[in-house]
């Protein structure tokens, strides 16, 4: 540590941490512009300047950029002295020379950074009278809206964009004193990152386009602490609504999983909520009904039937699926995923609960210094995960740095020392990844030989020769290239296995175990070494539902047999997704009666006799557990104003209140009244969830007696919005089931993070002020990040999975997974949609000579009795004899991708 003295007083801060970040980490304001907490320091805009003594004897001093100057101890620094301010006022002066005077129309206005930069160095005058430099502005697709004039020429953009994300098409372009940072040509951006640019971003260059649909300003949006729905991770985001709408989605900062940014599906898809094909009444025999008469013909049916079976799903929270299971009774209630997934995930809970696995945070990964990626093509299954794993390569630069002795925070010095040298990334995947480019080994392969990659890297580790049979599965190549992975993954100081579910394969998930477990043996000299672990996950919540499977669920497969004069509750399932159509068919030509709780259409609900409207994630609490097992807390945005929309833990609550008459196990869920008395019910209902409560506060929780406001303290409007109906301000709704209000009214400070989506703070009206809130700059949030961690720490032991050989097809269709178009939350997502790849089948050259098919023939593929017509794509990096099958919402309709990896043929080849 180093004690430094600033404005005459003392303060202890980290020794050789930069001073711009020791200042804002100590709480005081310094202007800055180029500097950014992820992306250290290059010291491009001269705005955070200060005045640095030596020591005690120097009484000059000199003027220095704060982000480029390490702290030192015995340090004396000026933040206020005349000479450095003066000098930032000029720096301002001329950056705002060229800056146009638009706040007013400036969709940044009210939380720009350049605003309160401004205001922080005390520039009011504009003295310069000259012509400005004006550009002409792109077309960078449906996302982003482009208005180079507001360009300071901080960097900020192209340095996240190319250095951080690894985007090629945003760069920096100059000619004299010209710079100009767009793409070579009109064009949608490539990166699926693209939207932190509208965060990155310091002034209004990069905004958000689909905000721009219907603007409003930031102050007049309220907001609530939510997660992101997109995938497994758990992303914290900020959704922010206007009269019932979501305007936009904005990052909402984790010190463990997500930081500073989230990708462009997590914060573009969300038009479904708003979507006029969203259910928004119930309907009984297809005929419009009131709530009321619907919950009453549900309790008739569930009591005449005399049982009733229950479907959860992944993509419902923790107290819905709990509560379902536990009012249809543990025998009757089915996971709505098929067997072979619930399989996959009661694998990963094994492997994380049993072996010697360090379960790790994303945050945790980009400390990671050698890297196997086994069967998962990141960018399309955790984009996030993906960023961080690119983050994780650069830690061999910052080995060399040290060696070096340049500080890691001096961005373009280590980038420049580096140049290309990463730390080992294996990327083993069945086709070719964007990761492959920053890949220190590349192998392409079929799930049956990726598998059997992994377990020969598991033999070498401990030493051994790989069994006959996974010899014979792998080609001698690969069997070397084995060796050398097993080589670099005993080596490095802290490896990492990554696997997931995205090819549907259980052996892929047991050869990362056994991996994990041979690692552990190989580095346990004296002490135990557990082998960090992360595996990717289909949804939202698909590892807090395997939380609640036992040996008493049913299989999807056998609630099809059940399900015979029984009524059947779907929560937020289509299992038309997940069996071949004719088994759907069967199970609903022999259930009772149907009853569908659905956020949008689907064949399922279409089948079912009582349909009630689902609330989004927008619209009620709950909670999720992500692929690291950390359960977090979403809050409703807005109250919904449509009565026949109700939060799904309160429509299973007042099912248990009508039928408690006729099923025993309901009478428990009628006594539960509200969202604390639901959170109780789970906290008591397994050990795994004995810390339920540490979650987020309960609906009791009050700052000074206040709530937590949803609305910034500038939100206005609040009569204008209903002055067409009546002139006296609306009563605020009341939310009696969490600690937030909907109001602007209430605790302005000290918000738990769970509770917080606000980040403003004197002086910093933009997303910069989250310094503010946080331990230390990057770092935790004061208080603790969201989220408690449910698998707790263990010894472990020596889990062991075995190879079984997999059986020979001549032509195997895998799954390919998709971004943009992979589900309803993006396919309805008018941005998104237009950025989705195109749909093809992908083949490798051999097996399209051998087929005959070339480059755009429209090829028919035939899986069991399903089939599908796709465009040919031929690709050098897909195998020989593999064909990879879009898994998109429109491949859902015609092929369930829960039938593949499976043998397939290629009946016919149109050119």
Aim: hydrophobic share 35%; glycine share 8%; proline share 4%.
């Amino acid at each position: 540590m180093a004690n430094i003295e600033i404005d005459g007083k003392h303060y202890e801060v980290k020794e050789g941490e930069n001073l711009l970040e020791a200042i804002l980490g100590l709480g005081l304001d310094l202007p800055y512009f180029c500097w950014h907490p992820a992306m250290g320091s290059v010291g491009s805009c001269r705005q955070c300047a200060i005045k640095v003594y030596q020591d005690e004897n120097d009484t000059r001093g000199k003027i220095l950029m704060g982000c480029m100057t390490p702290a030192k101890d015995g340090m004396r620094i000026g933040l206020e002295e005349e000479q450095v301010s003066d000098f930032r006022d000029h720096c301002i002066e001329v950056t705002m020379a060229n800056h146009p005077h638009d706040c007013p129309v400036c969709e940044e206005g009210g939380e720009c950074h350049l605003q309160d930069v401004t205001i922080m160095s005390e520039h009011t005058t504009r003295r310069y009278r000259g012509k400005k430099k004006t550009y002409e502005n792109q077309y960078l697709g449906p996302c982003i809206n482009h208005e180079m004039n507001r360009c300071i020429t901080c960097y900020r953009c192209v340095r996240f964009y190319k250095d951080y994300a690894g985007g090629k098409d945003l760069a920096a372009m100059a000619s004299r004193e010209n710079t100009y940072f767009g793409r070579h040509e009109d064009g949608c951006l490539e990166s699926i990152f693209s939207g932190n640019l509208v965060e990155v971003c310091p002034t209004g260059v990069f905004t958000d386009k689909t905000l721009a649909r219907s603007y409003n300003r930031k102050w007049d949006l309220q907001t609530a602490p939510s997660i992101c729905q997109g995938c497994s991770l758990g992303c914290n985001i900020a959704p922010a609504e206007r009269q019932g709408k979501i305007k936009r989605i904005t990052n909402r900062y984790h010190g463990e999983i997500n930081g500073y940014f989230i990708c462009d599906k997590g914060r573009f898809a969300y038009d479904h909520i708003n979507s006029d094909l969203r259910l928004r009444d119930c309907f009984v025999e297809n005929e419009k009904t009131s709530y009321d008469e619907a919950l009453q013909h549900t309790v008739k049916l569930i009591g005449e039937a005399g049982s009733c079976i229950g479907f959860g799903s992944e993509k419902a929270s923790m107290e819905e699926n709990l509560l379902l299971k536990a009012l249809v009774g543990s025998k009757n209630f089915c996971s709505g995923m098929p067997a072979a997934r619930e399989q996959q995930l009661k694998e990963v809970l094994n492997i994380y609960k049993n072996a010697r696995t360090e379960l790790i945070s994303l945050k945790a990964l980009e400390a990671c210094d050698c890297i196997l990626v086994l069967g998962e093509d990141l960018m399309a299954s955790a984009p996030r995960m993906a960023l961080s794993v690119r983050q994780a390569t650069r830690n061999l630069s910052f080995e060399l740095a040290d060696q070096t002795r340049i500080p890691r925070w001096q961005d373009e010095a280590v980038r420049t020392l580096a140049q290309n040298e990463r730390s080992p990334l294996i990327m083993a995947t069945v086709s070719g990844s964007e990761l492959d480019e920053i890949a220190s080994e590349k192998i392409h392969a079929a799930p049956a030989q990726l598998t059997a990659f992994g377990f020969a890297v598991a033999a070498s580790l401990e030493g051994k020769t790989c069994l006959p049979e996974i010899a014979e599965t792998l080609a001698g190549e690969l069997t070397e290239k084995a060796k050398s992975v097993a080589a670099q993954l005993r080596t490095a100081k802290k490896p990492l296995i990554i696997g997931g579910c995205s090819l549907n394969s259980l052996a892929l998930i047991q050869a990362c175990g056994q991996i994990a477990t041979a690692l552990s043996r190989a580095r346990s000299n004296g002490t135990v070494f557990k082998t960090p672990v992360s595996f990717v996950l289909p949804e939202v919540n698909s590892l807090g539902l395997a939380l609640l499977l036992d040996d008493h669920t049913l299989k999807l497969e056998e609630a099809v047999q059940k399900g015979s004069e029984k009524a059947a509750i779907f929560l937020r399932a289509d299992i038309y997704k997940h069996l071949p159509f004719e088994v759907a068919e069967k199970m609903f030509s022999s259930i009772s009666s149907g009853i569908s709780f659905s956020e949008l259409p689907n064949r399922t609900a279409d089948k079912c006799k009582i349909n009630f409207p689902a609330a989004s994630f927008v619209e009620q609490e709950g909670t999720v557990v992500n692929n690291e097992g950390r359960a977090q807390r979403y809050f409703e945005v807005y109250a919904q104003a449509n009565p026949s929309i109700k939060e799904g833990w309160r429509n299973l609550l007042n099912i248990a209140k009508g039928i408690q008459g006729s099923l025993a196990q309901a009478k428990p869920l009628a006594e539960l009244a509200c969202f604390d008395d639901v959170s109780h019910f789970v906290r008591n209902s397994a050990p795994v969830f004995s810390t339920w409560d540490q979650v987020a506060p309960d609906s009791k929780f009050r700052i000074a007696g206040m709530k937590i406001p949803r609305q910034p303290h500038r939100y206005s409007g609040r009569t204008s919005l209903q002055a067409n109906i009546k002139v006296a301000e609306n009563k605020a709704p009341e939310d009696s089931d969490s600690p937030l209000g909907f109001t602007m009214e209430g605790a302005p400070t000290q918000r738990p993070p769970a509770l917080n989506a606000l980040t403003w703070s004197p002086g910093w009206n933009s997303n910069e002020a989250i310094n503010k809130f946080q331990d230390e700059i990057g770092g935790h949030l004061r208080g603790g990040d969201p989220g408690v961690l449910l698998l707790r720490e263990k010894q472990g032991e020596d889990l062991q999975f075995s190879f079984t050989k997999a059986q020979s097809a001549e032509l195997v269709a895998v799954s390919q997974s998709r971004l943009f178009d992979s589900c309803e939350l993006t396919v309805l997502s008018a941005a998104l949609v237009q950025r989705a790849d195109i749909r093809v089948a992908m083949l490798g050259e051999a097996t399209a000579h051998k087929l005959g098919i070339q480059d755009g023939d429209l090829i028919n593929i035939k899986v069991g009795k399903d089939g599908i017509s796709l465009p040919a794509l031929i690709d050098r990096s897909v195998p020989e004899n593999l064909v990879s099958i879009p898994n998109d919402i429109h491949t859902q309709n015609e092929l369930s991708a829960a039938l593949l990896p499976a043998p397939c043929q290629i009946v016919r080849a149109v050119s």
